[in-house]
């Protein structure tokens, strides 16, 4: 894309201008809709919610699960971090954290992740194809949802699903796992907001 400079804007004639006057002002209007559309959306989900689930596993064990996420506006979107400790039977835990920042996409109610920083500062979404998991999210209705697509060495796939749904005093969350195509885990569980 070509940049105009102000001498140029200058020697145009006035119906130019105005016109690129009209232009640039449209591009304003429509970011600023956007953005409030985003906050708008957005802003019900926005807080902090804990719970637990229990999640039986292949062989037939059962692991509790304390679960958090914490979803906070940023200037350009929105950021979720949440939280998964195991709690097993012989008392061990093991805790896993994640936390995502998310920017408006030019799809409607659907954000893409920002998850890298480049070379010059910008964040970018992570290469699968290298290991990385490609993230987006999605506001339908009262349900804010996040995907993550794992892609392994050999080509399989992971495909992880989270729903948060709005709910009475918090969220409801459905978890499923999908390893090429077919269910592999399912989890569902109230969070609580705090």
């Given amino acids: 894309m070509r940049s105009i400079t102000l001498s140029q804007i200058r020697s145009m004639p006035d119906t130019s ?3 690129l006057w009209c232009l640039v002002m449209l591009s304003a209007l429509f970011l600023s809709v956007q953005s409030a559309f985003c906050a708008e959306t957005l802003n019900r989900f926005v807080g902090s919610y804990s719970g637990s ?4 596993q292949i062989d037939g064990t059962v692991e509790q699960r ?3 996420v914490s979803i906070r506006e940023t200037y350009k979107g929105f950021e979720v971090q949440w939280s998964t400790a195991i ?9 896993k954290s994640y936390k995502i920042e998310f920017i408006p996409s030019e799809r409607d109610g659907v954000f893409a992740a920002a998850m ?6 910008h964040t970018v979404q992570m290469n699968p194809m290298k290991g990385e ?9 009262d349900t804010l949802t996040i ?10 796939y992971l495909m992880q699903q989270y729903d948060r749904t709005l709910a009475n005093g918090g969220l409801d969350l459905d978890f499923s796992l999908h390893r090429n195509g077919m269910p592999s885990r399912k989890v569902s569980t109230f969070l609580t907001r705090g």
């Fill in 116 to 121: 890298q920083t480049n070379v010059f500062g």
């Fill in 53 to 56: 689930a229990e999640v039986e």
């Fill in 133 to 141: 998991p490609f993230v987006w999210a999605r506001v339908s209705d």
């Fill in 87 to 95: 709690r097993r039977a012989d008392g061990d835990a093991k805790t």
């Fill in 147 to 156: 995907f993550s697509l794992y892609v392994a060495e050999n080509g399989d």
């Fill in 66 to 68: 304390d679960m958090s």
């Fill in 17 to 19: 201008r105005l016109t």
